[in-house]
């Protein structure tokens, strides 16, 4: 198999095949879900230790009191999600590295530029998504980066605006010269594969609707205007 940097050089057309080689596919379902309200009742089982444990990772909701513009005050829920940074980096030759993965919210194998949480360290920074930017993408492939840009103003793109507080950083990285890949340092939770895939290929993954993770492709076009690489095309005003 021909690599780029370490990685499995793939295409738009070879990618899902490629990961698969990897071990990356669909888990096995073991028994129907569960709402939340019949698995704290029992009725997969009494919970172990183990299991209790697992509920802080169990989504958080929370309630809102707002008045809305008629004066009435309403309720609202929203979910209470961790916000996470995704950084796009071009290597040498326009290659980039995405990551791919199994997700269970959505079902999907996914194709993501490195992406991650905060860890207690970041967040002690000044910036806190700039330095899991960094860690997160050196982590998941090997190769240190010299700098990363916020493409948000520090601010984050919102999820879903009306129903998360969940929020992406997206970060344009560049690669510390000269590039020299390390073994990269996942979780022991983490199952995913790295790829290295031409700009041109994953553009046209993105046009055909295979990339799945909004961020993907919200981060990579951020990441392209702020290289001077997307042409823009604004139609004329109209005159009356």
């Known amino acids: 198999m021909e690599t780029r940097f370490g990685f499995p050089l793939v295409t738009a057309k070879t990618i899902y095949q490629v990961l698969g080689e990897l071990g990356v596919r669909e888990w096995e379902t073991v028994r129907p879900p569960l709402s939340i309200q019949e698995y704290l009742a029992g009725n997969a089982g009494p919970l172990t230790p183990d299991q ?52 269970q919210g959505s079902n999907d194998i996914t194709l993501v530029p490195p992406s991650g949480v905060p860890s207690n360290d970041d967040m002690k920074t000044t910036d806190p998504y700039g330095a899991c930017a960094r860690r997160e993408f050196t982590h998941e492939t090997g190769i240190e980066l010299a700098e990363v840009i916020s493409l948000s103003n520090g601010v984050g793109i919102p999820v879903s605006t009306r129903q998360s507080t969940q929020r992406c950083f997206p970060f344009l990285g560049t690669p510390k010269e000269p590039i020299v890949r390390r073994r990269a340092k996942l979780d022991e939770t983490e199952f995913l594969k790295g790829v290295a895939i031409p700009l041109g290929e994953w ?8 990339v799945r993770e909004d961020c993907s492709i919200s981060t990579t076009f951020l990441a392209l205007q702020k290289l001077g690489r997307l042409r823009l095309q604004f139609t004329p005003e109209c005159t009356s």
């Not at 009191?65 to 309403?74: D, M, Q, T, Y």
């Not at 553009?203 to 295979?210: D, M, Q, V």
């Open 52 to 103: 209790l444990h697992e509920l802080k990772f169990a989504p958080r909701v929370e309630v809102q009191f707002l008045k809305n513009p008629a004066g009435r005050i309403e309720r609202y829920f929203r979910h209470v999600g961790r916000n996470w940074a995704t950084t796009f980096v071009l290597l040498p030759g326009d290659l980039l590295i995405v990551v791919g993965e199994w997700k």
């Open 203 to 210: 553009l046209k993954l993105i046009e055909e609707g295979k």
